[in-house]
């Protein structure tokens, strides 16, 4: 499986940026995308994930009501819309792969294949 992320940049504090997660290989019928990010000295941290068999979706906290996860699977496309963004949102975003993952927790242990990043940076 091999992933590929675009769609960072540079947005002011309230601003929107939407980030794509392309995937190819993808080998069985029921799998989950993940969005991760880590910020310098920081561990990976997931964000949402969305499950490929019924679409069941999950956020992490700190970016419920800001950020929506989507799939689009005939181009095996994730996105991940976020909204309001904030500082503290600044980081390289990943969108990693599983296929048992211990959810609702989103893991990084769970995840692997992860795509090269995107850098996300939000100034106040």
């Known amino acids: 499986v091999q992933l590929v992320e675009s769609g960072g940049g540079l947005v002011q504090a309230g601003g929107s940026l939407r980030l794509s997660c392309a995937a190819s290989?993808?080998?069985?019928?029921?799998?989950?995308i993940g969005w991760f990010r880590q910020a310098p000295g920081k561990e990976r941290e997931g964000v949402s994930c969305v499950r490929s068999g019924d679409g069941s979706t999950y956020y992490a906290d700190s970016v419920k009501g800001r950020f929506t996860i989507s799939s689009d699977n005939a181009k095996n496309t994730v996105y991940l819309q976020m909204n309001n963004l904030k500082p503290e949102d600044t980081a390289v975003y990943y969108c990693?792969?599983?296929?048992?993952?211990?959810?609702?927790?989103?893991?990084?242990?769970?995840?692997?294949?992860w795509g090269q990043g995107t850098q996300v940076t939000v100034s106040s």
């Open positions: 290989g993808l080998r069985f019928d029921d799998y989950v």
């Open positions: 990693g792969y599983a296929v048992r993952p211990r959810l609702p927790e989103i893991s990084a242990r769970d995840f692997g294949s």
